[in-house]
């Protein structure tokens, strides 16, 4: 999920794997939801399983990384451009989470969100760190991109697992309750954050079509799982912490979903823009998946508002988008196993 300034020719080495690879499993696990949403049960395992064999190649290769590839693992965190995709790992760990709690694996779901949790705790405060004042330099306007909003995709993930899991579990609901608002409530803010600052960037800088990477998907994305997560909120039970921010929350959720609609053809206009007016090369790189899970996202995110605010018009919306999810999920899948084939081929 983050553009990376490397060349991707060795892209599944351990060396110089992109951070924000865990995006592929984002992409996949979000397809595979919105295949459950509208009934295609075994598409939606296919792509589950699919999803899990990703991340667990990915968790292998990173603590790989991790041992033997310290210097490199450094030098991503200090690099505004690259250090925010370590999020993707909290998002995909709950994409994980939410599509195990679909199939009533309500356990391993409950570990998995405790790992989302303190990863959360632990890289909500070191990455930005790291990426924006450490390593000797602090980061300024031009260093803002579309990966910061990876921030926000896993504050919101982590609302998400955990308002379903209070809708699953009503032992626990009232502490699932305030996490979930709390998260929500968090990402919100984070949005705003980065908001200001890619804006700024844009105003002041400008951006080069090379630098209009796909990673700029994400603002969208980031607004769709916030649509999730507020539509996942309001359909817990009455704890304390939902009869206090309901009303809020489902209002703010149709206008985030209504801002995210507006956005889709603003970013298919400079993909445009940089593909065909520019002629930058379109080829595979990492960094398609972030386009794949935003893509994903929406329909998702219209299907659930769609659902919980009794909106079919939204929801028809959600339904007609999952076709658009699967074809680009697809096709960038199939890029990245092709590229894979002939690396292991020259090999």
């Known amino acids: 999920m983050t553009a990376t300034t490397r060349s991707d020719t060795h892209v599944w080495s351990p060396a110089t794997l992109t951070p924000g690879y865990f995006a592929g499993v984002m992409g996949t696990g979000i397809v595979s939801i919105g295949a459950w949403f509208l009934g295609f049960e075994m598409l939606s395992l296919v792509l589950l399983w699919i999803a899990l064999i990703f991340y667990v190649i990915l968790l292998v290769l990173n603590v790989w990384r991790i041992i033997a590839h310290r210097t490199e693992v450094l030098a991503d965190l200090h690099a505004s451009d690259r250090g925010f995709g370590y999020f993707t790992f909290i998002a995909a760990t709950c994409v994980i989470s939410t599509t195990l709690l679909n199939t009533h694996f309500d356990t391993v779901a409950v570990v998995l969100l405790g790992v989302s949790i303190v990863a959360w705790l632990v890289l909500g405060y070191i ?181 919980a605010d009794s909106l079919p018009l939204v929801e028809a919306v959600g339904h007609a988008w999952f076709w658009v999810s699967l074809a680009a999920w697809t096709i960038v899948f199939v890029a990245m196993m092709v590229q894979v084939i002939r690396r292991f081929t020259r090999r």
């Open 127 to 307: 990455i930005p760190w790291f990426a924006m004042l450490g390593g000797g330099r602090h980061a300024t306007l031009q260093d803002a991109n579309g990966t910061w909003f990876i921030w926000v995709v896993a504050s919101q993930s982590i609302a998400v697992v955990a308002s379903g899991l209070g809708s699953a579990e009503p032992d626990f609901q009232d502490a699932l309750a305030i996490i979930s608002v709390m998260a929500w409530g968090v990402g919100i803010a984070l949005y705003v954050a980065c908001a200001i600052f890619v804006t700024l960037r844009v105003m002041l800088y400008g951006v080069k079509p090379i630098d209009l990477t796909p990673s700029y998907w994400v603002m969208m994305g980031a607004l769709a799982i916030t649509v999730v997560a507020g539509s996942r909120i309001i359909e817990m039970h009455d704890a304390p912490m939902i009869v206090v921010t309901k009303s809020l929350i489902a209002g703010l959720s149709v206008f985030f979903w209504s801002f995210a609609t507006w956005l889709i053809p603003i970013l298919i206009a400079a993909g445009i823009w940089r593909h065909w007016y520019h002629r930058v090369p379109l080829r595979y790189e990492p960094g398609l998946w972030s386009m794949v899970f935003p893509v994903g996202m929406y329909g998702v995110a219209s299907i659930s508002l769609g659902r």
